[in-house]
């Protein structure tokens, strides 16, 4: 039996809380602990933790001054003790079942990463969405490829349960500071796993509050997330072309992936900001980086250095 550690990061979060705590200390499973990192909230928050510190001894919390989200999830792994952690957002809630689930499929044997799937749910607690992928084993070295080629998200730090030395030994950190930290980091993950295991079952529930679309909806976010991006990119091409151990094919995907998210980040800036954007992206030779492997990639490719623009409003 496998210890796990649920790292939650907690910032004004108390109309959500409790329904998220209860999922993690009602677990039908006897050997994990919850972290729960205080981001500096001002709200009620605390008070709900206090009170389920003093009736689950499977609760750690620790404060902290803001320092963003992942700055709360680094904090948590450094204070993790568990062989594999996961990553749940405060607002959110999992399966009573996620780690009675998780460790039977661990049974034979340990993983860098295991993958799982997840349901979207609204204001009253109904699945609007969900992902569905297809179990498999890799134990090859080609997880990011081979995820890929799902076409499914893949992105979001808290579909996964990590391996806590590999996470540990490769010195994985979200950047602090930045919007959509997960672009930043999981594609690494993905790339320098040796072994992941992917499982069908749904053990994650997303919840989008219906408010949701005005909160994201709002420009300054939309270009600070584009900047952020550009940051987030710069990172990952870096850490790729210091890696001497992945394989060309490989490499390539990876870099095209990460063109492909700075690219699209652009369809959602206006005029100025746009055109600022995109001067970004061309002193970054991004487009070079997007793969031309099929005759219909490589007219995208040689429509998307003639215009972004245009290439952006038909793809």
């Known amino acids: 039996m496998y210890k796990f550690s649920i790292i939650v990061p907690i910032y004004n979060v108390e109309k ?3 329904r998220c705590l209860d999922s993690l200390v009602n677990q039908n499973y006897d050997n994990y602990e ?3 990192v205080n981001d500096g909230s001002t709200d009620n928050s605390q008070s709900i933790i206090d009170e389920y510190q003093k009736k689950y001894n499977v609760i750690k919390c620790y404060k902290k001054n803001n320092g963003g989200l992942s700055d709360a999830r680094n904090f ?5 003790s568990g062989k594999y952690l996961i990553f749940v957002d405060s607002d959110d809630y999992v399966s009573v079942d996620m780690l009675n ?3 039977s ?3 034979n ?6 993958k799982f799937n997840y349901a979207e749910v609204n204001d009253e607690g109904l699945v609007t969405d969900k992902s569905i ?3 498999f084993n890799d134990n090859g070295g080609n997880v990011f490829l081979k995820l890929c080629e799902q ?3 893949f992105e979001m730090a808290w579909l996964y349960a990590y391996n806590r030395d590999f996470f540990i030994n490769n010195n994985f950190k979200y950047m602090k500071g930045k919007i959509h930290e997960d672009f930043g980091l999981t594609p690494l993950i993905l790339l320098k796993a040796q072994s992941c295991l992917v499982i069908s079952n749904i053990l994650y529930y997303y919840y989008v509050s219906s408010n949701s679309i005005t909160r994201n909806n709002l420009y300054e976010k939309k270009v600070k997330m584009a900047n952020d991006y550009l940051d987030h990119f710069d990172y990952l091409l870096a850490s790729v072309n210091n890696l001497n151990n992945v394989d060309l094919v490989v490499q390539n995907y990876f870099k095209s992936y990460i063109a492909n998210g700075v690219l699209m980040k652009a369809k959602s800036l206006k005029k100025n900001d746009f055109n600022n954007y995109v001067k970004e992206i061309k002193k970054r030779n991004v487009s070079q980086l997007v793969i031309d492997n099929t005759f219909f990639r490589r007219l995208k490719k040689i429509l998307l250095g003639f215009s972004i623009r245009l290439y952006l409003m038909l793809f």
């Open 109 to 114: 044997g340990d993983y860098d990463l295991v």
């Open 105 to 107: 499929h661990l049974l």
């Open 16 to 18: 959500y809380l409790n």
């Open 101 to 103: 689930i998780l460790d």
């Open 76 to 80: 948590g792994v450094l204070k993790a």
């Open 34 to 36: 919850i972290i729960l």
């Open 133 to 135: 992928n297809m179990g």
């Open 151 to 153: 076409k499914i998200p």
